[in-house]
């Protein structure tokens, strides 16, 4: 499977942002899917999963639990990232991945088939 993330930009603090992870040559519906971010200097790290279409649960960081919601258009073949309630710190390229074995909860075993990055700025 290959993995399209986008939707990055400028957007200004307490400020929303959806990205899209955009999937071809196969369906990600059974695919556990992570939302990932790194910032220069620092270890990548992982934001959210959202299990298999047939388990369906979604994790998160501690640091955006309430703001980000992970979610599944199984007809678009894409998982989206809603954040609300930005903040500086969340600036970062952001990266998608799905889950290995196919139909993982979260977390998977291993994160394989990563997207490119999309970058986001919270800035005023």
């Known amino acids: 499977v290959q993995l399209q993330a986008s939707g990055g930009g400028l957007v200004q603090p307490g400020g929303s942002l959806r990205l899209s992870c955009a999937a071809s040559g196969s369906t990600l519906d059974y695919y556990a899917v992570g939302w990932f971010r790194q910032v220069p200097g620092k270890e990548r790290e992982g934001v959210s999963c959202?299990?298999?279409?047939?388990?369906?649960?979604?994790y998160y960081v501690d640091s955006v639990k309430g703001r980000f919601t992970t979610s599944r258009d199984n007809d678009k073949n894409t998982v989206y990232l809603q954040m609300n309630s930005l903040k500086a710190e969340d600036s970062a390229v952001h990266y998608c991945?799905?889950?290995?074995?196919?139909?993982?909860?979260?977390?998977?075993?291993?994160?394989?088939?990563w997207g490119q990055g999309t970058q986001f700025t919270v800035s005023s």
């Open positions: 991945a799905t889950g290995y074995p196919y139909g993982s909860s979260c977390p998977p075993t291993a994160w394989v088939s």
């Open positions: 959202i299990s298999s279409s047939d388990d369906g649960t979604s």
